[in-house]
């Protein structure tokens, strides 16, 4: 079923997960375990990251090789395994970087034939080492292009001219970000972006993580009064540990309300410290409920214990 299916069927809020792949080497296992773990929350979707490799140059004798290493490949994969395993309708994230618009096409046409029919549409991080995102020569430099791309698609509108192209059936996501995008020269201006990105076809909007109910609820205000009219998923990212009061802001450009902070610091133990911050996880998830979110995306990152912890607390 595609996402805004699900959405439009549901009679309460959905509940969906994000995972990321494991590392090159690891076993699929770990994964399944947490998955396992989480089905009895029914989510109606789960997510996949993607990574871009990040090229290095090994010299073998003499000659300078071009190496691109990827270190958490498999999401199509994961997806694939995802619908068998447990019947639940993965949504693969699909990047700008480091792909041409062919490339892109060429994908599309692999996901449409394994009979996926969500995407998640994201220009991508810049690769590990970068700042910048440069994109490729032929590829797209904002996610509003890659969307106008699936869109046409399913259009049946393909790069080259084709007689009665079978049209691809893809739900279209989007990121949204309601501290804004770390790279956007104002939160007016990133919304305009946002609204660009609906426009070209995008079918609902998944926002990055935050940790403060009314930053959620004027990202919304503003979107609505703006004219994106799409439906807008709260990302939800348990805190369990003092260090990602630094490593969270830093990594994710976002920031933590200081009564969380404070209590955080202030538990005398590890575990003392993983209850007051999934504690505050269920205080956002509970303010995002009653504001009337048509649901909550949790950001598992390989977690699979917090995120339990707090559907547990909201749905018993
Ligand atoms: P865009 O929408 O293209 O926006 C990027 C920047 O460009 C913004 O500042 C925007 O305001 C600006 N902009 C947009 N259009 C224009 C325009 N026409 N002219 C000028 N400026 C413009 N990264 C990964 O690598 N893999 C993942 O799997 C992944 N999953 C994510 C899932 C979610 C829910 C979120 C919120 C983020 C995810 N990211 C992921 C991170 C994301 O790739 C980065 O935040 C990236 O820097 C921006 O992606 P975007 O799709 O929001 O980009």
């Known amino acids: 079923m ?59 004798d003499g ?34 970087g480091g792909f041409t618009k062919f490339e892109t096409e060429d994908a599309l046409i692999d996901l449409h034939y394994l009979g996926i029919t969500n995407i998640l549409a994201i220009r991508g991080d810049p690769p590990p080492g970068h700042r910048t ?27 080259e001219e084709l007689e009665d192209a079978e049209p691809t059936n893809f739900c279209i996501g989007v990121a949204g970000y309601p501290e804004k995008h770390y790279e956007a020269p104002s939160f007016e201006k990133d919304l305009q972006n946002l609204k660009h990105k609906v426009e070209q076809g995008a079918h609902y909007v998944i926002t990055q993580m935050f940790f403060d109910f009314q930053v959620f609820k004027r990202f919304v205000e503003q979107a609505r009064d703006m004219g994106i009219t799409v439906p807008i998923i709260p990302g939800v990212k348990p805190l369990t540990r003092v260090n990602q009061l630094v490593s969270i802001p830093r990594n994710f450009y976002v920031s933590i309300p200081h009564h969380i902070v404070e209590a955080m610091e202030a538990a005398k133990t590890p575990d003392a410290a993983r209850k007051v911050g999934i504690a505050k996880t269920v205080e956002l998830c509970e303010q995002l409920l009653d504001f009337g979110v048509p649901g909550l995306h949790i950001y598992t990152m390989g977690r699979g214990n917090a995120t339990a912890q707090v559907l547990h607390a909201l749905l018993g």
């Open 133 to 159: 995102f440069i994109p490729e020569k032929e590829g797209h430099r904002y996610a509003s292009e890659l969307v106008h791309q699936i869109a046409n698609m399913n259009r049946g509108i393909y790069l």
């Open 2 to 60: 595609k996402v805004l299916d699900a959405l439009n069927a549901a009679t309460k809020p959905i509940v969906s997960l994000e995972i990321t792949p494991p590392d090159k080497g690891r076993s699929i296992d770990e994964l399944f375990v947490t998955l396992d773990h989480l089905m009895k929350y029914e989510p109606a979707f789960i997510d996949v990251t993607y990574h871009q490799p990040h090229v290095v140059y090994e010299e073998r």
């Open 63 to 96: 000659v300078i090789y071009r190496v691109p290493k990827r270190k958490k490949p498999g999401t199509v994969g994961i997806c694939a395994a995802i619908k068998n395993r447990y019947g639940v309708e993965p949504v693969p994230h699909f990047i700008c």
